[in-house]
């Protein structure tokens, strides 16, 4: 018996932070995901975790199966945290790996786990669709967060994801505009932990409900948007908001001040991908921005599904 699920990385376009608190986020599903592969093996009382990246192996773990205590590993922080998040799953489903069956997983993830690009939140989903239990729940329980990245794991298609009091309220969208050759996403080098982003946030953030409101209008115009200078309006008010409320520098002003497109943060601010607009030839935005310091770039179709 073999058993196979897949979820899709993410990236958040419009919404960050304040998608915390109910503002109506535009978040993107990648091309690039993860795979968790099951297998019954031999050992009733173990499950042996294999874990790959795009480069080969990421790290190695032997579980117990009772309470998941970590047997033997070569990564013991990624095996606690791993520990942790199969600990939850049982909690939410008493009857998860109880049954004296061992088993063999491999998972293989598409993208550097450096990226930002959901390697947490794409594992959460299969874990979730393994153990039959709510992948929002689970999350709630191990990383916390809006759950807009667990949205984007399961969805096809770019969406809108919302906060309501009846739970998370999703939209799937058609967005493929005439100007997407011209949008990049390029790789600034630096991890961005979304549990650290969120706490700080909360902890010195001053916004109201007008603020709500203006993101989630921006949110709605930037999907039904024609034109890439409409696009990039959009884009520079998000910074603008956002900028005031972090009472932080936006990372044009930061890394592109002399750049002529728009530059936005992706997802918490000072690290991770930004979505950068250009009008240049594609070799020729490349090689700018490699002189940057920037050489990783996806052109928009080559992440976006």
């Known amino acids: 018996m073999q058993k196979m699920w897949y979820s899709h990385g993410k990236l958040l376009l419009s919404g960050e932070y304040l998608v ?3 503002a109506k986020a535009f978040a993107l599903p990648l ?4 795979n968790l592969l099951l297998e019954k ?13 795009r480069d080969g192996n990421w790290f190695k773990a032997v579980f117990e199966t009772e309470k998941f205590a970590v047997v033997e590993t070569d990564n013991q922080k990624l095996a606690g945290n791993l520990s942790r998040i199969l600990q939850a799953a049982r909690q939410l489903s008493k009857s998860f790996l109880t049954d004296g069956i061992g088993f063999s997983v491999e998972t293989n993830l598409d993208f550097n786990p450096e990226f930002g690009f959901g390697s947490s939140s794409t594992l959460i989903s299969n874990l979730a669709w393994w153990a039959d239990v709510s992948p929002f729940e689970l999350l709630r329980l191990t990383f ?32 493929k505009p005439d100007f997407r050759n011209q949008v990049y996403f390029v790789y600034l080098g630096k991890k961005q932990k979304s549990t650290e982003s969120i ?12 603020d709500v ?24 008010e998000h910074e603008k908001v956002m900028a005031a409320i972090l009472k932080r520098p936006t990372v044009k002003s930061q890394l592109f001040s002399d750049y002529q497109g728009t530059v936005k943060s992706l997802g918490g601010w000072g690290g991770d991908f930004v979505l950068v607009t250009s009008n240049k030839p594609d070799s020729d935005f490349r090689s700018d921005m490699k002189k940057r310091g920037f050489p990783i770039v996806f052109a928009y179709d080559e992440l976006v599904l």
């Open 213 to 236: 409101e203006t993101i989630t209008h921006i949110s709605e115009q930037l999907v039904v948007t024609k034109s890439l200078q409409d696009f990039e309006h959009l884009l520079n």
């Open 41 to 53: 093996s031999a050992d009733t009382s173990r499950l042996s975790w294999n874990a790959f990246q």
């Open 31 to 34: 091309k690039q995901g993860q």
């Open 199 to 210: 706490k700080s946030f909360k902890s010195s953030a001053v916004f109201g409900k007008e």
């Open 144 to 175: 916390g967060g809006s759950g807009y990245d667990i949205a984007c794991a399961r969805i096809d298609s770019p969406l809108f994801y919302q906060l309501t009091d009846n739970g998370p309220r999703i939209e799937e969208l058609n967005f």
């Open 20 to 22: 915390m608190e109910g």
